[in-house]
């Protein structure tokens, strides 16, 4: 592209697919846990958000060796999954599951989940991210969760219907309970969008 290389950079390969793997391998989200860096990825065939994509991961403890990349998660026969990023609240990994609940659906839409791990071996089974009462954000949350000195923790979710980003903040560490929408302003052209995908859906 005509630019020059920045200087000091090294470059390690995670995965390289052979003929027989799946070719569609992007969204790495890089995180560090218990002394190890984990990467986490989406795979498909050969095409974004396939509905073969399944969410796969490995870790290194140098970022330049890593070990033989593992199926995080398998698609489930609900629609299509993509991966959602890490968090970890001390002795535990989590990992965001994006689910999509109707593929193909206009507007598209879908519901975040999440696994848990004290070793990254072992998962736990699936549960959905709940806000401050309690019941599932309907949103898809975005992969670079950020935390304040005192605790809270902030991100993005892509809002039901139609992915209107909005803002969340949550004091629960675990990253995974007590999320509060944030108040923020729409643009006008977003104001019109999200109208007319209510409408839509009404």
Known sequence: MGLSFARGVETSTVFRPTDTDYHYNHGVVLFPFKGELYAQWQSSLK????????????????GKSWSMPQVLVAPNGKGLI???????????????????????????????????SKDGVEWSAMKPVVDNKGKPVLGIIEQDLRSFPGGRIIT????????IAKPYY?????????????????????????????AHNN
């Open 156 to 163: 993005v979710f892509h809002e039901q219907p139609g992915l």
């Open 47 to 62: 095409d974004e958000d396939a509905l073969e994509t399944r969410i796969m991961y490995s870790k290194s403890k140098d």
């Open 82 to 116: 993509t991966n959602g990023g890490w968090w970890s609240s001390g002795d535990t990994l989590t990992a965001y599951i994006c689910q999509w609940e109707v593929a193909n659906k206009e507007p598209k839409q879908g519901t975040t989940f999440y696994i848990q």
């Open 170 to 198: 949550t004091d629960n560490t675990n990253g995974v309970a007590g999320w509060t929408r944030s108040k923020m302003e729409l643009l006008p052209l977003e104001l019109k969008r999200l109208h007319a995908l209510t």
